[in-house]
């Protein structure tokens, strides 16, 4: 799978730059990175990153708090992403760290293994490569009973991770951060189609995981809204343009988008930072008087 500067040249310079303390991950990361510390840090998936959004919330946030702010949000990240490699690195200096609640598809569990915490893995059965997608597509063929179990099994090993992610950022404040199209669901779709039974970002987490997670956090923000959305994609020019989606893995399809109704929207980072700022600027003064 390539990176998003990679695919979305044509469209966004994403500004990747080599974070301090971070050297062999090169330039993976949306800069500028902090010069000290004080700084707010950013983990999260593609929509902390900001795919196809010159300017994503976390850069909102550190204008208007006049931070710095280390976004370390990561293209199809899940919380293993952060606890199995050294990115906590990253973060330590941060005054109060932001963690997105991210994809349940993107985290090991009893049917699948995640390649580094991320989208990619195998099927723990036969070792083969796949996707969350793939998985779900031949289970709903071959042995639809099985997966309200392969869910379960999806939806405690993400709990589990996030909240032992924000038990390793202590003692620095947390925010807990659900960032979606809509208000945490009650449960997972029922449904014969594998998308439909993800579910829309963060996929397989329910309003039930979110208040498991919670207590864990200094704090909680939800922000759901679809302002924006859809939208054509456009160049830097403002032309209208497209990118190529191929995250399959056992069978690989491409197919061009001329118009997105995934990412957030820049009108949503701007919520996003709206509903985040009030809650961090407290705890930032509160930081800078300990």
């Given amino acids: 799978m390539r990176s998003y500067q990679e695919e979305d040249r044509h469209l966004v310079d994403y500004r990747l730059a080599t974070v301090p303390g971070l050297p062999d991950w090169g330039e993976s990361f949306r800069g500028p990175h902090p010069t000290g510390s004080g700084f707010v ?3 999260g998936a593609a929509q902390t990153f900001g795919r196809l959004c010159a300017e994503p919330f976390p850069a ?14 990561h293209g199809g990240a899940g919380p293993e992403f952060y606890l199995q490699s050294d990115l906590l690195d990253g973060v330590r200096g941060a005054s109060v760290v932001v963690v997105q609640i991210m994809s349940a598809r993107s985290q090991s569990s009893p049917h699948f293994r995640s390649d580094e915490g991320l989208m990619a893995g195998v099927r723990v059965a036969d070792g083969r490569p796949m996707v969350a997608e793939e998985l779900f597509e031949e289970l709903l063929e071959d042995e639809p009973s099985a ?7 999806f939806q ?4 589990a991770s996030t909240i032992e992610l924000l038990k390793a950022l202590a ?4 925010v807990l951060l659900w960032f979606s199209v809509q208000v945490p669901p009650c449960q997972v779709s029922q449904g014969v189609d594998a998308r439909e039974v993800l579910g829309t970002f963060p996929q397989l987490v329910t309003a039930d995981m979110v208040e498991a997670m919670r207590p864990h956090a200094t704090a909680y ?10 939208r054509t994609i456009v160049d830097e020019a403002g032309r209208p343009s497209s990118i190529v989606l191929d995250y399959r893995l056992s069978r690989p399809e491409q197919y061009t988008v001329t118009t997105d109704n995934y990412y957030p929207s820049p009108e949503m980072h701007l919520s996003a930072a709206v509903a985040l700022i009030p809650v961090l600027g407290p705890l930032l003064q509160l930081a800078s008087t300990a």
């Avoid at 003692?171 to 947390?174: F, G, L, M």
């Fill in 41 to 43: 840090a950013f983990l």
């Fill in 221 to 230: 923000v939800e922000c759901a809204c679809t302002i924006g959305l859809p």
């Fill in 156 to 159: 405690e090993a993400s709990v």
């Fill in 60 to 73: 909102l946030v550190g204008r208007a708090l006049s931070v710095e702010t280390a976004n370390l949000g």
């Fill in 147 to 153: 997966v309200p179990e392969v869910v379960r099994g």
């Fill in 171 to 174: 003692p620095t404040p947390t």
